[in-house]
Protein backbone atom coordinates (compact mmCIF):
# COMPACT_ATOMS: atom_id res chain seq x y z
CA UNK A 1 0.00 0.00 0.00
CA UNK A 2 1.49 3.13 -1.02
CA UNK A 3 1.55 6.59 1.32
CA UNK A 4 -0.76 8.06 -0.42
CA UNK A 5 -3.34 5.39 0.39
CA UNK A 6 -2.41 5.15 4.21
CA UNK A 7 -2.96 8.91 4.69
CA UNK A 8 -6.74 8.48 2.55
CA UNK A 9 -7.41 5.88 4.74
CA UNK A 10 -6.44 7.19 7.70
CA UNK A 11 -8.17 10.62 7.08
CA UNK A 12 -11.50 8.99 5.57
CA UNK A 13 -11.65 7.17 9.13
CA UNK A 14 -10.86 10.47 11.31
CA UNK A 15 -11.90 13.27 9.29
CA UNK A 16 -15.43 13.65 11.21
CA UNK A 17 -13.35 13.47 14.45
CA UNK A 18 -10.33 15.37 13.54
CA UNK A 19 -12.53 18.62 12.02
CA UNK A 20 -14.62 18.67 15.51
CA UNK A 21 -11.85 18.65 17.46
CA UNK A 22 -10.24 21.95 15.44
CA UNK A 23 -13.37 23.59 14.87
CA UNK A 24 -14.47 23.14 19.04
CA UNK A 25 -11.15 23.50 20.25
CA UNK A 26 -8.35 25.07 18.05
CA UNK A 27 -10.28 27.44 15.87
CA UNK A 28 -12.70 28.22 17.78
CA UNK A 29 -14.50 31.17 18.19
CA UNK A 30 -14.48 33.75 15.17
CA UNK A 31 -11.71 31.34 13.25
CA UNK A 32 -14.25 28.43 13.24
CA UNK A 33 -15.32 29.55 9.95
CA UNK A 34 -11.70 28.55 8.76
CA UNK A 35 -11.40 25.02 10.61
CA UNK A 36 -12.42 23.02 7.35
CA UNK A 37 -9.56 25.32 5.73
CA UNK A 38 -7.03 24.59 8.57
CA UNK A 39 -7.49 21.10 8.55
CA UNK A 40 -7.32 20.65 4.96
CA UNK A 41 -4.00 22.63 4.84
CA UNK A 42 -2.16 20.25 7.09
CA UNK A 43 -3.82 17.10 5.49
CA UNK A 44 -2.00 18.55 2.94
CA UNK A 45 1.38 18.60 4.04
CA UNK A 46 1.02 15.11 5.31
CA UNK A 47 1.33 14.34 1.89
CA UNK A 48 4.63 15.79 2.01
CA UNK A 49 6.17 13.57 5.15
CA UNK A 50 8.36 10.36 4.17
CA UNK A 51 6.73 7.30 4.19
CA UNK A 52 8.20 5.40 7.39
CA UNK A 53 6.72 8.24 9.62
CA UNK A 54 3.58 8.23 8.45
CA UNK A 55 3.63 4.40 9.30
CA UNK A 56 5.15 4.70 12.06
CA UNK A 57 2.43 7.22 13.10
CA UNK A 58 -0.58 5.26 11.96
CA UNK A 59 0.76 2.13 13.55
CA UNK A 60 1.38 4.25 17.19
CA UNK A 61 -1.76 6.31 16.82
CA UNK A 62 0.15 9.35 16.93
CA UNK A 63 -1.22 11.02 13.65
CA UNK A 64 -4.85 12.64 14.31
CA UNK A 65 -2.76 14.17 17.52
CA UNK A 66 0.31 15.15 14.72
CA UNK A 67 -2.86 16.90 12.81
CA UNK A 68 -3.76 18.50 15.78
CA UNK A 69 -0.84 19.86 16.98
CA UNK A 70 -0.25 21.28 13.39
CA UNK A 71 -3.53 22.62 12.98
CA UNK A 72 -2.66 24.51 16.52
CA UNK A 73 0.50 25.53 15.49
CA UNK A 74 -0.33 26.81 12.01
CA UNK A 75 -3.38 29.17 13.36
CA UNK A 76 -1.10 30.49 15.84
CA UNK A 77 2.31 31.25 14.04
CA UNK A 78 2.17 34.13 12.29
CA UNK A 79 5.28 32.79 10.01
CA UNK A 80 2.98 29.82 8.93
CA UNK A 81 1.86 29.12 5.39
CA UNK A 82 -1.91 28.94 6.39
CA UNK A 83 -1.50 32.54 8.68
CA UNK A 84 -0.45 34.01 5.88
CA UNK A 85 -2.99 33.28 3.96
CA UNK A 86 -6.07 33.12 5.96
CA UNK A 87 -5.57 35.12 9.50
CA UNK A 88 -3.99 37.55 8.00
CA UNK A 89 -6.06 38.26 4.82
CA UNK A 90 -8.79 38.65 8.46
CA UNK A 91 -7.22 40.56 10.33
CA UNK A 92 -6.28 43.39 7.43
CA UNK A 93 -10.21 43.36 6.25
CA UNK A 94 -11.51 44.45 9.52
CA UNK A 95 -8.83 47.32 9.67
CA UNK A 96 -10.91 49.87 7.71
CA UNK A 97 -8.34 52.63 8.73
CA UNK A 98 -7.13 55.19 6.64
CA UNK A 99 -4.09 56.87 7.73
CA UNK A 100 -5.78 60.17 8.28
CA UNK A 101 -8.59 59.08 10.53
CA UNK A 102 -8.58 59.77 14.46
CA UNK A 103 -8.72 55.81 15.02
CA UNK A 104 -5.35 55.12 13.58
CA UNK A 105 -2.74 57.77 15.22
CA UNK A 106 -0.48 55.05 15.91
CA UNK A 107 -0.96 53.55 12.39
CA UNK A 108 2.64 54.00 10.56
CA UNK A 109 1.61 52.60 7.25
CA UNK A 110 0.09 54.09 4.22
CA UNK A 111 -4.09 54.65 4.46
CA UNK A 112 -6.43 52.76 1.72
CA UNK A 113 -7.45 55.74 0.46
CA UNK A 114 -3.80 57.68 -0.01
CA UNK A 115 -1.72 58.00 -3.20
CA UNK A 116 1.80 57.45 -3.45
CA UNK A 117 3.20 60.58 -5.10
CA UNK A 118 6.38 59.06 -6.06
CA UNK A 119 6.80 56.49 -8.97
CA UNK A 120 6.91 52.93 -8.06
CA UNK A 121 10.22 52.43 -10.06
CA UNK A 122 11.66 55.39 -8.17
CA UNK A 123 11.02 54.01 -4.64
CA UNK A 124 12.66 50.85 -5.54
CA UNK A 125 15.80 52.20 -7.09
CA UNK A 126 15.84 54.83 -3.75
CA UNK A 127 15.79 51.57 -1.45
CA UNK A 128 18.19 49.78 -3.38
CA UNK A 129 20.58 52.24 -3.48
CA UNK A 130 20.37 52.39 0.34
CA UNK A 131 20.64 49.07 0.63
CA UNK A 132 23.72 48.32 -1.30
CA UNK A 133 25.29 51.75 0.92
CA UNK A 134 24.33 49.99 4.22
CA UNK A 135 26.03 46.14 2.69
CA UNK A 136 29.24 48.55 1.94
CA UNK A 137 28.65 50.06 5.33
CA UNK A 138 28.53 47.43 7.65
CA UNK A 139 31.71 45.61 6.80
CA UNK A 140 33.37 42.43 5.42
CA UNK A 141 32.30 40.05 8.32
CA UNK A 142 28.77 40.90 8.52
CA UNK A 143 28.43 41.24 4.72
CA UNK A 144 29.69 37.79 3.96
CA UNK A 145 27.30 36.15 6.89
CA UNK A 146 24.08 37.66 4.79
CA UNK A 147 25.66 36.97 1.67
CA UNK A 148 26.06 33.09 2.37
CA UNK A 149 22.67 32.93 4.52
CA UNK A 150 20.36 34.93 2.72
CA UNK A 151 21.98 35.31 -0.94
CA UNK A 152 23.64 31.50 -1.50
CA UNK A 153 20.60 30.02 0.86
CA UNK A 154 23.49 28.48 2.96
CA UNK A 155 22.01 27.20 6.72
CA UNK A 156 23.13 28.44 10.12
CA UNK A 157 25.02 24.75 10.26
CA UNK A 158 26.36 25.15 7.11
CA UNK A 159 28.23 28.08 8.08
CA UNK A 160 29.23 26.91 11.20
CA UNK A 161 30.56 23.72 9.57
CA UNK A 162 32.54 26.11 7.22
CA UNK A 163 33.95 29.10 9.29
CA UNK A 164 33.79 27.48 12.25
CA UNK A 165 32.37 29.81 14.41
CA UNK A 166 29.30 29.40 17.01
CA UNK A 167 26.03 28.85 15.32
CA UNK A 168 24.94 31.34 18.36
CA UNK A 169 27.91 33.89 17.23
CA UNK A 170 26.17 33.49 13.76
CA UNK A 171 22.72 34.26 14.72
CA UNK A 172 23.46 37.24 16.80
CA UNK A 173 25.95 39.03 13.98
CA UNK A 174 23.09 38.32 10.87
CA UNK A 175 20.54 39.40 13.25
CA UNK A 176 22.96 42.64 13.70
CA UNK A 177 23.87 42.95 10.58
CA UNK A 178 19.97 43.22 9.59
CA UNK A 179 19.35 45.53 12.28
CA UNK A 180 21.76 47.72 11.11
CA UNK A 181 20.45 47.75 7.56
CA UNK A 182 17.43 48.27 8.52
CA UNK A 183 17.95 51.00 11.01
CA UNK A 184 19.85 52.99 8.18
CA UNK A 185 17.00 52.64 5.38
CA UNK A 186 13.85 53.48 7.34
CA UNK A 187 14.05 56.55 5.96
CA UNK A 188 14.92 55.98 2.43
Not at 21 to 27: H, M, T
Not at 63 to 77: A, H, I, K, M
Not at 97 to 119: K, M, N, Q, W
Request: glycine share 4%; charged share 30%.
Amino acid sequence: MTKEDKINRYVEKWYRWMLSEVKRNIAKDKMDEYGEDLLHHVILDLYNLPVDKITQMIDDDKLRWYVLTGCGLQLRSSTSPFYRLHRREKMQSRENYTHSSPEAESFSGLGILDRVDEEYDDIIDRLQMCFQDSIEEIGFYHRTLLQKHFIEKWSIQRIHKHYSISKTHIIKDINYALDYVRNNCKEC
